[in-house]
């Protein structure tokens, strides 16, 4: 199934099961279109408050089906369009704060960034190997990260912690 605005957002499971949930295991998803199709494609294998844990945006949810798919979860087209729509809806996003790229943990950078798990790794390799990140510019010096994934996100960045670049000592005269 393709939906408009795909992006790649890995790995969204893992952060949805580890995610504090937001309503009781037993409850109610609010009332409107394509809540009888969530509840039936979600519960065959999640509690609902695990399903809905973590909001996010139409193409975050739209991967998270994509996801479930690739899994074995087995629905028409038309179920999906409703249960994207509904999840967009009623558990949107929330305004989340500014990735530290310094301080990020390989699931931050995969989920807030749209990573792959490989690139996650090659930024937490290229920061223990070379130190903090000091701007945008060092961030796209990582070998084997998507650039454009990078510019696209470059709003969400911080480079906290941060040292200044150190100056080389001039030559002695003496």
């Given at each position: 199934m393709k939906f408009p605005g795909d992006t790649v957002f890995p790995f969204l499971l893992l952060a949805a099961v580890s995610a504090?949930?937001?309503l009781p295991a037993r409850a109610q998803l609010p009332a409107g279109p394509g809540r009888a199709e969530t509840e039936k494609l979600c519960q065959a294998c999640h509690e609902m408050a695990k399903s809905?844990?973590?909001?996010?945006?139409?193409?975050?949810w739209g991967n998270t089906l994509?996801?479930?798919?690739?899994?074995?979860?087995?629905?028409p087209d038309?179920?999906?369009?409703?249960?994207?729509?509904?999840?967009?809806k009623n558990f949107p996003a929330e305004e989340l704060p500014p990735v530290d790229v310094n301080k990020a943990r390989a699931i931050q950078l995969e989920s807030r960034m749209s990573l792959r798990r490989s690139e996650a790794a090659a930024i937490l390799r290229y920061?223990?190997?070379h130190g903090n990140f000091r701007s945008l510019e060092d961030l796209l010096k990582v070998p084997g990260i998507d650039a454009a994934k990078i510019e696209a996100k470059?709003?969400?960045?911080?480079?906290?912690?941060a040292e200044p670049r150190r100056q080389e000592a001039a030559p002695s005269r003496e």
């Open positions: 504090p949930a937001v809905v844990s973590l909001r996010q945006d139409r193409n975050g994509k996801k479930m798919m690739v899994l074995g979860m087995k629905a038309e179920d999906l369009h409703l249960v994207l729509a509904y999840l967009s920061r223990k190997e470059k709003h969400i960045l911080v480079f906290a912690g």
